[in-house]
Each structure stands twice: as C-alpha cells, then as structure tokens.
C-alpha cells in the first residue's frame, strides 16, 4: 500500500513546479498590493498636497513643490529607526549578495519595508523605479517558502529568482523579461532547465494574476513603428548603440559618485534623504518630468516628443535625481530611471536625424522605442532581458531588429568601457566577482597571513650542501626551504630536486654554497593575499609550498604556505558558515512560528 501510495505523489520536480506556481500567484498578489500602496501614497501627498498648496497656479507657489517630495523622505525616518540598515538606498546589490554568496534567507519583514519605503519615495514624487523592490519583494516570498519546505541553498536560490521572476512579469505584463530578468540578473546566468521551468511558471501564474486585476496592458502603450529604409537606418542605429554604451557608464559612475558624497557627508543619517528629496524638488520646480518613476514622460517620449533640447537635458536631470534620491537614502530601484534616460536619449537622436533626414528615417518615437532596450541592456548587461521586455511590449517584429542590435552593442559597448553593470560595483569594490559564485567568494575572503605556518625553517645562501641535507633530515615533512641573504631578506627557494647533482660527491656537498643551487626566480605571497590567488598559484606552477614574506619590497620570512592548509582553511571557512546559515534558519523558523 505505501508503494503503491508513493507513486500518486508528486515527484521531486513536480513538487518544485507547484511551488514556483504557489509563488507566481503570491507574487501576482504582492504586485497589486505595492501597486495600490505607491497610487494610494501619490494620490494623498502628491496630488492632494498639489492642490492644498495650489502649485498648479504657477508663480511663487511652484517653489513650494519640493515640500512633497521631502514629506516623503520624512516619513521614511520612523521606518528607517525601525529598520536600520533596511530601508535606505539602492537594496538590490544586497539583495544579490544575500542571494548568490550567502543563504538565500530573507526575513518576511522585507516585504513590508520594501513595500511602504518605495511607496513613500516614489509617491512623493522622489525620483527611483518600483522594479528593483517589486523583484525583492518576489523573491522574499520565495525565500519564505523556501525556508517553510527547508530547501537546500541550491533549491532556494531557484524559488527566490522565480518570485523575482513573478514580480518583473507582473509588475511589466511581461512574462518573457520576467524570465529573462531571474536568469540573467538574480541568477548570473547560471541555470538549468529544470530551474528554468520554475521561472516560467512563476512569471506566467503572476502575470495571469495581474492580468485578471489590472488587464491586458502593457506599462508603455508604443505607437506601431518600422524601419523606413535599412540601408540608412541600420548604421544610425549602431550609432546610437555607441553612443548609449558610453551615456550607460557616465549614469553607472555618476550614479555611485553621487551615492559616495553623501556618504562622507558629515550630516545626520536621517537628514540626508530629506536634503535629497529638497535637491529633487527644485530640479522638479523646472522640470518635473524627474519626479517619481517617469512613466507619463516616456510614454510622451514613445510618441514622439519634439523638444530635443529638452529630452537631451533630461538625459542627465534624470540621471542626477535618481543618484540624489537613492544616493541620500532614498527607496527604490533603478529600472525605471534606466528606461527614463533610454527613451529620452534614443528619442533626442531619433529627433536630430529624423530632421536631417526625414525621407529616409522613421519618427524619434522609433528611436526612443529602441533606446528604452538598448540603455537598460547597457546598464544592467542583460540583453536578453531587455530584448524580450521590449519585443512584449511592441510584438513589433520590424522595431525587434534594431532593439536586438542596439542592445547587443550598446551592452558590448559598456562593458568594454566599464566591467561592471549598475548591480555589480559594490562587489568589485569589495574584491568579489559575483558571477564567479559563492566558492570562489569564499576563498578570496580568507587571507594568507590567516593560514601559513609561522614557524618556519630558512637557510643562509653562504651554508654548505650538507648544512642543507641535514635540514631536510631533521624536518621531513618540508619540501622547499627559502634561502635567505646576510640581512635576512629572501633571495630565493632551495628543494631537493636542486640537491641531485651534488648529492653523492662529498667533496662538491662541503665546498658548493646554497646561494650557488638555489633557485633565484621565486613565486612568492604576502598576507594579505587571498587564498584563491595562491591556488591559482599552486595549480598553475604545480607545487606545493609557498613562501610568504612581510612585502615583496622587503621579502622577510614569514611562513610557508602550503595547499593543504589553503583546502582546511576553505573547509573550515565552509563549515562555520554551514552553522551559523543553519543557526540563522532556525532562529528564523522559530520567530514565524
């Protein structure tokens, strides 16, 4: 009976399947509750506070505008007391981390703050997108549901990225991008078909959910555009695919210059996202297209703003308000300024060449259309994602062509120029290549001077063969000694493999000096080299050991290091994290219980 029983039940990819669908419907779910949280916001400080303060009427009363944006900003600070740590600036590097280097748990109280921070921000008119919190919010559920079902690290990561899958879909009407989103962005590009499968039913079910609430609208309405004359067109489009790289990485390295001045600004913490949200509503007072996500200005952008001038200044207003809203600690993601700067930018040169030639190419809405999907590619490095959010919104097979090229190049191009995306900087800075994964990550944080052993033996250069034999005698154990000078300083290794020539004539043994077999060109590591560099080391050169000295400036002795040290290091490393991950799941089950 319990074989027979057995085989009616789900097997283990089945099981995960119904899960990621559990966690599209919750994801479709949380979508609608963010969505009517940011209108309710907008509609009470925004729009009622634009009437009560009557700046419609223009004149002395348009100054009072940024009173809205900062009423946001100090609604944030019982939050941010609340929640240190949680609730201010760019969350979604941190997001990545926790989910492809840590464990992958996310405390349920992530959707709450993700929630109610993003829709003060944004609802006040603070200049940031929904997308990135909406993708955190997604995949703090999957983590929930993760850590209910206690899923290895592995499987977790799966149900994280397809919340995050469900949350890009719904929150876009755009199952593709939402797939391609939790691929390439949440999951590195690192993914099998099984895990695959999972994004798909999370995105479909979520965007099935939004759908029956919202209906089928796409977030941008894109009049139905095509290329006038490929000859022309095709290399204008390269054009602005150069030019879109190079804009990407002045957003990337303007954004986190802005992000580190107020860093080191001596101000109080819960100060500064209100001298944020000021900077942002007197941009606003001139320019209020930068205000909250900019969704009324692309669609205006797609239709074919004529001002040139005006979408050419908005290229860098916008960019200099989302990195004074999230760089003073402001909520929110970057997305939808990504897709501000793209329309605006690829709709300013639609604008230049279409008045230079009018017969041959189509009107700067095309151009706009294309550079939505070419600066979010260039930005995030994830083409995919932006090739497919486009084509969903478009289903335009003529205006495909472009955006596949442009977004291609316009990423080929930024990369080239700067390695990381927007979402990757701050793991450059800490020394972590995120795609390498979580091993590597593990073995760069272990330093050398943690792991070499200090009692270590040396010879002079000016000791004799046999000086040398009965070294290796007394320490059997060790396979290279360094050879040091009259200062004490390294000039170099000795092995036994260096011994062999003179090893049976006693005559050269007493008369040949260590410095006269040694080994001058030596491979050697400081302490504060990582781990993974000296396995590099050791796999690359095929040996053993390693000196370790105080500088390569001053070589003073300090140890050797060998591999097997380096591999206990990592498994201790492993294990202490394995215990307190377990430790931290735990705790955290017993606090929902």
Known sequence: MLTRARHFLPGERARMILIAAFIGVMSGVAIIVFREAVDLVHRVIFVWGYEVLRIGEGGWRRMLLPILPMTGAVLLIPLSLAFPGKVNGYGFTNFLRRVNLENGVIRARNIFIKIVATALTIGSGNSAGVEGPIAQIGGALGSQVGQRFRVSGKRMKIYIAAGCAGGIAGIFNAPLAGVFFAAEIVLLGTYEISSFSALVIASALSTVVSRAYYGAVPAFPIP?????????????????????????????????????????????????????????????????????????????????????????????????ATAVTLGSGGAGGLFAPALFIGAVL????????????????????????????????????????????????????????????????GTMTSSWLYADSIDTVDFTRDGINIHEGREVAIMK?????????????????????????????????????????????????????????????????????????????????????????????????????????????????????????????????????????????????????
């Not at 709709?347 to 600066?375: D, K, M, N, Q, R």
């Not at 919104?393 to 495909?400: A, L, V």
Request: glycine letters at 8%; aromatic letters at 10%.
């Open 224 to 320: 139905d555009y095509t290329i006038v004359n490929a000859f022309v067109e095709i290399p204008l489009y390269t054009l602005m695919a150069l030019i879109v790289g190079i804009t990407a990485v002045l957003h990337i390295r303007f954004f986190y210059l802005i992000r580190d001045r107020f860093g080191q600004m001596k101000l109080h913490p819960q100060l500064k996202p209100i001298l944020g949200a000021l900077l942002v509503g007197c941009i606003g007072i001139l320019f209020p297209q930068v205000m909250g996500n900019g969704y009324e200005y692309i669609a205006r952008a797609l239709v074919g703003d004529t001002l040139v001038w005006r979408m050419m200044l908005l290229v860098f207003l916008k960019s200099l």
């Open 346 to 409: 690829g709709g300013s040169f639609g604008g230049i060449v279409h008045h230079l030639l009018p017969a041959h190419t189509a009107p700067a809405g095309a151009y706009a259309t294309v550079g939505i999907g070419a600066f979010l590619a260039a930005t995030t490095h994830a083409p995919l994602t932006a090739i497919f959010f486009l084509f969903e919104m478009t289903g335009n097979y003529m205006i495909i062509v472009p955006v596949m090229l442009t977004a291609v190049l």
């Open 445 to 593: 944080s272990i330093r050398v001077g943690k792991v070499i052993t200090e009692d270590v033996d040396f010879i002079s250069e000016n000791a004799n063969i046999n000086h040398l034999l009965e070294l290796f005698r007394i320490a059997r154990n060790n396979f290279y000694f360094p050879v040091v000078n009259q200062k004490g300083l390294m000039v170099g290794v000795v092995s036994m493999q260096d011994v062999k020539t003179v090893l049976h004539n006693e005559e050269e043994r007493v008369c040949h000096l260590v410095g006269a077999i040694c080994t001058r060109e030596v491979i050697m590591l400081t302490p504060d080299d990582t781990c993974f560099e000296a396995m590099q080391l050791f796999d690359i050169k095929g040996i053993e050991e390693i000196p370790v000295v105080e500088s390569h400036e001053e070589p003073w002795v300090l140890g050797m290091l060998k591999r097997q040290d380096v591999i206990a290091a990592y498994n201790h490393e492993m294990l202490k994290r394995g215990i307190n991950e377990r430790a931290e799941n735990i705790k955290m089950l017993c606090s929902m219980d």
